[in-house]
């Protein structure tokens, strides 16, 4: 499905067209009623793909090199202790540690 945008209303509501081209449509934009451009939604894999690259880049994501190991893939023996990082952290503060 297409949809059309003239490039005022493109620049006013670009969060509006941004959600139906991430929703899979396209919005083709006009300038005086003349087409100009088209917003097309990107592949699945592209997405991923560019998402992680730009993680790593900026070094907040280091890509693995071969498998994960299998000791990596089971949960923690042992039992829960039943309380959140988050209330441990807010303890250790209000300690002052």
């Known amino acids: 499905m297409t949809n ?10 670009l969060s509006r ?5 991430k929703s899979g ?3 083709v934009v006009t300038e005086r009623g003349l087409p100009v451009a088209k917003l097309v939604p990107l592949a699945r894999g592209q997405q991923r793909a ?6 790593a880049r900026s070094g907040m994501l280091q890509p ?3 498998r994960v190991s299998t000791v990596l893939r089971k949960p923690p023996q042992g039992k829960p202790t039943g309380s959140s990082v988050l209330t441990l952290l807010l303890a250790e503060r209000k300690d002052g540690r």
Do not use: N
């Open 64 to 66: 693995g090199r071969g």
């Open 50 to 55: 560019g998402r992680r690259a730009r993680l």
């Open 17 to 21: 067209y941004l959600r139906r081209v």
């Open 4 to 13: 059309q945008a003239p490039v005022a209303d493109l620049k006013a509501r």
């Open 25 to 27: 449509h396209e919005v």
